[in-house]
């Protein structure tokens, strides 16, 4: 440790900026540290100009030496986070583009035949992720309705009574993930049951 400041400091690298962002929001967030990244420093408030420098020496922990370059004549943190953001994010009509794409994936997002639930949960919000670190508020609602709309048929059931029974208006995420676990651990057992059966009736018509 250094002066209050751990060495584990998330690592920037080309392919996670979108969650080292979100780790370094937090990390300088917990040390009260944050806000000069955010907004700036106005005059030379010494406990200002403080935190802006504590800011500014956790982001440079967090560049290997090419990506320090980049922002090595920075004297405020600000300035180093805006000119990593412009780097990575690139100029207004990029990012645009990019959050065109994604909103793309996520209207083609369909659950497989043999995905379980956890994994298609986790590939809609590693989409939805995404697409708010380039700006779109999407909402809990318009997810679930997605979801909702692109199961497996073998979902239809629990599907019609979930908006039967649930305000879908206020249902989080992660309220439709659990119950959507549950109906499919529920079924699970059934399903293997009638898996083993037909194999065994293959087997035996092999056999004669």
């Known amino acids: ?103 793309g994936e996520f209207k083609s997002l369909k659950m497989k035949e043999s995905e379980s639930i956890s994994d298609y949960m986790s590939r809609v919000l590693a989409n939805v992720n995404e697409m708010k670190r380039y700006g779109d508020d999407i909402t809990d609602e318009r997810v679930v309705g997605k979801i909702l709309r692109s199961l497996t048929p073998k979902f239809n059931y629990v599907v019609v009574a979930i908006e039967e029974s649930k305000d879908l208006d206020t249902m989080t995420v992660d309220e439709l993930a659990g119950s959507l676990q549950a109906h499919e651990e529920r079924v699970k057992p059934r399903q293997e049951l009638v898996e083993h059966a037909f194999q065994a009736k293959l087997s035996f018509k092999e056999k004669r």
């Open 1 to 103: 440790m250094s002066n209050g400041i751990p060495f584990q400091v998330p690592k920037l690298t080309k392919e996670n900026y979108g969650t080292w962002c979100i780790r370094m929001k937090a990390f300088l967030g917990a040390y009260d540290a944050w806000e000069p990244v955010e907004n700036g420093v106005e005059g030379e408030d010494a406990a200002s100009v403080k935190k802006d420098q504590k800011a500014l020496r956790v982001i440079h922990q967090g560049l290997d030496e090419v990506m320090f370059e980049k922002v090595a004549s920075t004297t405020t943190s600000k300035q180093a986070w805006d000119i990593l953001q412009t780097s990575f994010k690139g100029v207004d009509k990029v990012k645009r583009v990019r959050l065109q794409t994604l909103r």
